[in-house]
């Protein structure tokens, strides 16, 4: 027996009584359904074999709140303050929640969480023990799935907080230096606590963007200090085409199955049944390419020397890897001839048709997974393009390099208007060109998109063509924008994407093979290509954050409410949830990253408290030692002392406990530690803050020598002779341990260590700078990876809404109007957004008659959420002025739309896009007042009437209509008897004669004009006369007045510019006086 279910009883009668109309609809919208599947059969399957991953998981978007409010309306029972004398409990943080919510996984209600044990688990430790069970039953359970991972960040994030709360710099923005006595005060540490990247603790949490950001960056020290990679690789999962992975599902189920006679929808469920599995295997495909075939003896890509990669989620939740591999031997572009680099090329990319008599196994693979669809999807011709991905490609008898036409020879610097000339005629003729080349090579790509034509090779088809071989290099050269690598490939191969065979062969799935032409277009197409789905996200965050210190709130909370933005608007699939929960490789790289601080105020971390507690209240020693500290405290052998701080980062790590014991461990001076050389793997990449020499000489040349120049003490870096880090550089010579006697000037030191680190280091910068302040190209997704991107954007467009084209317009049909231009422009209509305070204000402010109709509505509503079917109401509000008819109609307003939007959920159905009521009015003027849109009503001109007079015409009026009448003033209830004066006044006829009380209490309102304050309004009945009193009043206000004439300006006809006027402009009489 489940112990938090003991209690509980649950009824199999119990069903949900829908709407009449609900069955209805639905058998409609399957009728349609089957009608449309039918039609769209063909094209079913032929999108079917273009999206090769095929399978679709579930998604889960995390809700608006971690405690999101339900739908929960009493009968009339309201319960005042349940949790007074109680102290709240965050969500996760419930008794047995984990036993609550899946009572099928714990079927006793024991072993849950939050337990005590005696070892205890962390959230990570204790989830992978869950979904890495031989028990399936938490593996397939998908919800489980989102609650361990929400679960597991929740408390990686809590303790990213902490310790972020515990850096700091050394000196107070006042210019404090920071000591015990201030980090034990909480109110000094609120106020220094400051930083400036608000979402750096997001960091540790796997898949966030601040995680990306930061691989982003070790990526570009990577480049800056390995130069440029060889190949950029892109893998799709293809668990349909991998048969072991559903045999190890079905394996685990205790079945055993014949993978060939499995149609596709069986596939599907199997594969969703456990996407633990799913995901653990395809983690074990990757592993073993990278071990077993990239990197071991048989290179079918060269000798890997280094490489990264990243796992990415598409929305369909299909991960694939982008991969960057530096190969040892690589001829680089430019600095070789492009014969050597396209013989490279050859060895190890192709596009070829394997031969389907010799080579059956691979031809099978390429004609299914690498080819592209000749009927192009909606994402080929996104951009008025027939195929933006560019199939099919060009035939070319060899591997050629193309470069764009030179537009820029040298020319007299001093002729700014011939060279700008001279530069729109070279691009007006480049321009020419390339028109000219597409209109010849039109006639041949016609025949390479005509499914029925053949040709034996490019010659063949140059011939039908009517071109010669000359005149067709010549045209696709005059094509290249940009340097571009043309495969060799023939006619029949114009569909095929480029790939590796040995590796095409063991991944069995879409790949793609680029080789890498510069720095440059690595950083701009390939990293943006990699960055991309993060971009959106962070950019969202940065304006989540702008709000959030506009509250002026601490570190702390700011840092909440951004975890909180966060995880309202992420979208996880089922596979991401299962590596982001069990730690699975989202990124690997074959060296480690080590981040260098080099300012002289960086940040530290501070000691924790049980530290502090003991330490004198005045002392300074608070934080804990970094990287440079235990540099400086390295042994005085001569190897070190010759050694620089980015050798030393680099080449050594920290170790710890029983690490201290093992070989090439060497202790530090001062009881710093110890540290130990890296021999497993290489040494290790430098990462360091990067400065502007223009802008910040100081920090610039202060980061060079830190890094480059052998030292012990900062002083050394910055002696009594120069004052600062620039004048050290430039003009200081320095004496090192293993040259005595020979003073090196320190510019020469640090070019030498320099020139290991930092490779194409302006070239890295000025893309990354461009790649920051441009954000990601579009069109790196189209050059580097085409089918992939084909899948991505198929499952962006699975996601969209399927609604109305985008020139029709939905109109309310019983407010249909017949439009003369047949197209008109209905405005969009948005809700007024009122705060929750705000609206308890609105409530409480009601009378016992606007109360009344108030809770009949929301009763009404209520039932219809309920799943009954109330009888539709007509009501008429009435009342004089200032009695509340638009503040009741607000209320009513705004508490229906709260409690219906809850119908469609419930319904499974409608669009919550769009406002659950509509408040509309026959006039403008009345619209406003309520914040409503007049565009639902016709004109009343147009309009059919309701209360007609005629006998034989329906009244639709007096037969439905209920008057509600309120009569209590409620504008001016603070002042009763001018309120009822008002009321009369409203109704008084013009021959009826005043009272004498109303009389005598206008008459004390009465005064004088020299009488009146000058700052109450005053009305007059003419222009002139409240020209001449505004004058009168701004003179006596301010007697000190400076008269400034104004300038006129009118547009010109002619030019279109704004002309000056010589004379002011007359206004018109109905304006004020002109002056």
């Not at 940065?542 to 995880?567: C, H, L, P, W």
Request: proline share 6%; net charge negative; with cysteine.
């Amino acid at each position: 027996m489940h112990s938090e279910y003991k209690d509980i009883l649950i009824s199999d009668a119990a069903t949900f009584e829908f709407l009449p109309d609900d069955d209805l609809d639905d058998t409609e919208e399957k009728q349609e359904v089957v009608v449309s599947e039918q039609d769209d059969q063909n094209v079913s399957t032929e999108e079917k074999d273009e999206l090769r991953p095929g399978l679709t998981l579930d998604t889960c978007m995390q809700p608006l709140d971690i405690g999101q409010d339900l739908l929960s309306f009493g009968e009339g029972i309201f319960s005042i303050a349940p949790a007074q004398g109680k102290k709240p409990v965050g969500f996760f943080r419930i008794p047995k929640l984990e036993a609550m919510a899946f009572p099928v996984q714990f079927s006793t209600g024991q072993n849950t969480i939050d337990e005590a044990r005696e070892v205890a688990l962390s959230p990570s430790m204790y989830f992978n023990a869950r979904l890495f069970c031989v028990d399936t039953r938490f593996a397939k359970e998908q919800s489980y799935l989102f609650f361990a991972q929400f679960v597991t960040e929740t408390h990686m994030a809590r303790n990213s907080m902490s310790i972020q709360l515990r850096k700091g710099k050394p000196v107070t923005r006042d210019g404090r230096r920071i000591s015990n006595k201030l980090l034990q005060d909480d109110l000094e540490v609120e106020r220094l606590v400051h930083s400036r990247d608000a979402t750096r603790f997001m960091q540790p949490l796997r898949g966030t963007p601040s995680y990306w950001e930061k691989t982003l960056r070790d990526l570009q020290a990577m480049i800056r200090q390995l130069g440029t990679p060889t190949f950029f690789c892109t893998f799709s999962a293809a668990e349909m085409r991998w048969p072991e992975v559903i045999t190890a599902i079905k394996a685990q189920q205790g079945e055993e199955v014949d993978f060939s006679e499995l149609d596709w929808t069986t596939k599907c469920e199997i594969l969703r049944s456990n996407p633990v599995t799913v995901m653990r295997m395809f983690e074990k495909r990757v592993d073993a390419l990278m071990t077993h075939l990239l990197l071991s003896p048989a290179q079918p890509i060269g000798e890997v020397e280094d490489y990264f990669y990243r796992v990415e989620f598409q929305a369909r939740g299909s991960p694939h890897i982008h991969l960057l591999a530096w190969v040892k031997g690589a001829p680089e572009f430019e600095n070789q001839s492009d014969q050597e680099v396209c013989d490279f090329i050859d060895r190890y990319i192709t596009c070829q048709l394997p031969d389907p008599t010799t080579d059956p196994e691979l031809h099978k693979i390429v004609t299914e997974v690498q080819l592209h669809s000749r009927k192009h999807s909606k994402s080929c011709k996104k951009g008025n393009v027939l195929c933006r991905y560019g199939f099919p490609k060009l035939p070319v008898t060899k591997t050629t390099i193309t470069r764009p036409r030179p537009q820029h020879p040298e020319e007299d610097e001093n002729e700014d208007q011939n060279r700008t000339d001279g530069k729109k005629a070279r691009q007006e003729a480049v321009r020419k060109a390339m028109n000219d080349a597409r209109m010849k090579l039109k006639p041949l790509w016609d025949l390479l998109n005509d499914p029925q034509a053949s040709f034996d090779n490019l010659s063949d088809l140059l011939t039908k063509c009517d071109l010669s071989m000359d005149d067709y290099n010549n045209y696709v050269e005059a094509l290249s924008t940009s340097s571009v690598i043309l495969l060799k490939r023939d006619p029949k191969e114009a569909w095929v994407n480029g790939y590796n065979p040995d590796l095409l062969r063991a991944w069995n799935a879409n790949m793609d093979i680029q080789f890498v032409l510069d720095s440059y277009s690595c950083i701009m197409y390939m990293l943006s290509y990699i960055s991309k789905p993060e971009h959106e996200m962070n950019d969202f965050l940065k304006n989540v954050i702008k709000g959030v210190r506009e509250t002026n709130v601490n570190e702390e909370d700011e840092m909440k409410n951004i975890m909180q933005a966060y995880s309202k608007h992420r979208q996880v699939s089922a596979q991401e949830s299962v590596a982001r929960t069990c730690s699975l490789p989202m990124k690997k790289c074959s060296r480690n990253v080590v981040f260098i601080p080099t300012d002289d105020d960086a940040l530290k971390m501070s000691l924790p408290l049980s530290a502090l507690h003991n330490k004198d209240p005045d002392s300074e020693d608070v934080w804990m030692s970094g990287m440079i500290d235990k540099y400086r405290a390295r042994p005085r052998t001569l190897e070190f002392e010759m050694m620089c701080l980015a050798d030393f980062v680099s080449n050594y790590r920290v170790v710890y406990g029983r690490q201290t014991k093992g070989k090439n461990v060497h202790q530090l001076l001062n009881g710093m530690g110890f540290i130990q050389k890296r021999t497993v793997g290489k040494a290790a990449i430098i990462r360091y803050a990067r400065f502007s020499e223009e802008k910040q000489p100081e920090k610039h040349y202060g980061r060079l020598v830190k890094l480059y120049v052998p030292h012990r003490f900062n002083e050394q870096l910055k002696p009594q002779r120069y004052p600062t880090y620039q004048e050290f550089y430039k003009g200081a010579f320095v004496e090192l341990p293993a040259y005595p006697g020979i003073l090196m000037p320190v510019c020469a030191i640090v070019k030498s260590h320099q020139e290991k680190y930092e490779k194409h280091s302006k070239e890295v910068d000025q893309a990354f700078e461009q790649l920051q302040r441009e954000g990601p190209s579009e069109n790196a997704w189209t050059a580097f990876a085409p089918e992939i991107d084909v899948d991505r954007l198929e499952c962006i467009a699975e996601q969209e809404d399927v609604g109305p084209e985008e020139d029709e317009q939905d109109d309310v049909p019983e407010y249909q109007i017949r439009r003369e231009d047949g197209d008109g422009v209905v405005p969009q209509i948005e809700a007024p957004q009122m705060t929750a305070e705000f609206v308890r204000k609105m409530f409480r402010s009601l009378n016992e008659t606007q109360a009344a109709i108030f809770y009949a509505v929301r009763q009404w509503c209520q039932k219809r959420v309920w799943g009954h079917n109330p009888e539709q109401f007509f009501y008429f509000l009435s009342g004089g002025a200032g009695c509340g008819k638009s503040h009741v109609i607000k209320c009513i307003h705004t508490e229906a739309t709260k409690i219906l939007q809850q119908l469609p959920r419930l319904r499974e159905e409608g669009d919550l896009s769009v406002p659950t009521v509509l408040l509309s009015a026959f006039t403008g003027t009345a619209a406003f007042n309520i914040s409503g849109d007049y565009y639902q009503l016709p004109p009343l001109g147009k309009a059919k009437p309701l209360c007609v007079f005629e006998e034989d015409v329906l009244d639709f009026w007096k037969d439905n209509f209920q008057i509600i009448t309120l009569t209590e003033i409620m504008r001016q209830k603070e002042d009763l008897a001018f309120a009822e004066l008002l009321n009369r006044l409203r109704v008084k006829q013009k021959t009826e004669a005043l009272r004498e009380d109303d009389r005598a209490l206008l008459l004390q309102a009465v005064k004088k004009p020299e009488d009146c304050p000058c700052d109450a309004l005053h009305i007059f009945a003419t222009n002139k006369e409240v020209h001449k009193y505004n004058t009168e009043t701004v003179q006596a206000l301010y007697p000190d007045i400076i008269t400034i004439d104004a300038e006129d300006y009118r547009k010109d006809p002619r030019t279109g510019g704004m002309k000056r006027q010589n004379k002011p402009v007359i206004g018109k009489k109905d304006d004020l006086l002109d002056t």
